[in-house]
């Protein structure tokens, strides 16, 4: 089991048919994800794809993740919670002064995925939209307005993935006030197989 400190973010490599387990060791906090093709980082996680070929925007147990090139990359093999969010982009400085009206922010996602995705040569501007573990985005489908909700996650609670390719992984604990309650806390994460 590993610790991803609050408001960081951390990359490593998934090997196909390895399973990754995302943890909120508190509860009520988000974790985002992204994927890159570990051969070619051009090939992305990519929501679009994803919800076009799904049908739907709220993805659990059973549902595929697929790259930019319509290949799949993650399977979901296990979530206990049903409410994860697939639409919004990783958290940053700029939504921060945005949503937040803060003048002086802390780094966000956006720029911890940059940092820790920077030595594997994937350029800030080439994150994609996040896979977003234990967000919860309810949407109200008259209007098409949407929120960000308290995650539903409970201290303990974990969504897994199998990796279907050979991927690296960027995963945050989200630095966003309404991603953490305010309370700022860690995602702990595990590989097996
Ligand atoms: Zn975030």
Do not use: W
Request: aromatic share 8%; glycine share 6%.
């Amino acid at each position: 089991m590993y610790n991803i400190p609050p408001q960081s973010g951390i990359a490593f490599f998934l090997h196909a048919g390895q399973r990754l387990a995302v943890s909120d060791p508190l509860g009520e906090q988000v974790a985002d994800l992204v994927a890159f093709n570990r051969n070619d980082i051009l090939e992305a996680l990519s929501s679009r794809r994803t919800i076009d070929y799904a049908s739907r925007i709220y993805l659990t147990t059973g549902r595929k993740l697929y790259s930019n090139r319509s290949n799949v990359m993650l399977r979901i093999v296990e979530d206990n919670i049903g409410r994860q969010d697939f639409l919004l982009t990783p958290c940053a400085v700029p939504l921060f002064r945005i949503i937040y009206d803060d003048p002086d922010p802390h780094p966000a996602c956006s720029e911890n995925l940059a940092a820790a995705l920077g030595p594997y040569g994937v350029r800030a501007d080439a994150i994609p939209t996040a896979f977003n573990c234990f967000m919860n985005v309810p949407i109200d489908g008259k209007a098409g307005s949407i929120r960000v909700l308290p995650p539903r996650s409970q201290a303990g609670d974990r969504i897994v993935f199998l990796a279907e390719m050979d991927l690296l992984i960027g995963l945050t604990a989200c630095a966003a006030g309404q991603s953490s309650t305010f309370r700022f806390k860690p995602i702990h994460y595990a590989i097996d197989g």
